[in-house]
């Protein structure tokens, strides 16, 4: 759990290295036209928007989730606003 909280305090570059490094990308969805993706780390999820939605490129915005349970609610929260 403690990876957690000190990932949320690395520098964004820290972030992304130990997502790509240690990270487990679960897939991607669409959000107002743009694409997101889904990693697991350790106990904890990270969503990731990158420019042009392109993994090679610089992230745009990162959204930490300290375990599946917030990762659901945050999805169904955002689903049903799209209705």
């Known amino acids: 759990m403690w990876w957690n909280r000190g990932f949320k305090y690395f520098s964004l570059s820290k972030q992304i290295n130990y997502l790509r490094e240690h ?3 679960l897939g991607s969805r669409a959000l107002n036209g743009r694409k997101v ?3 697991m780390v350790k106990t904890f999820f990270v969503e990731v928007v990158y420019q042009n939605d392109s993994i090679e490129k610089q992230v745009e915005r990162l959204n930490v989730f300290n375990n599946l349970s917030h990762l659901n609610q945050h999805l169904e929260k955002e689903f049903k606003a799209t209705f």
């Open 23 to 25: 990270g487990i990308m």
């Open 37 to 39: 993706f889904i990693y």
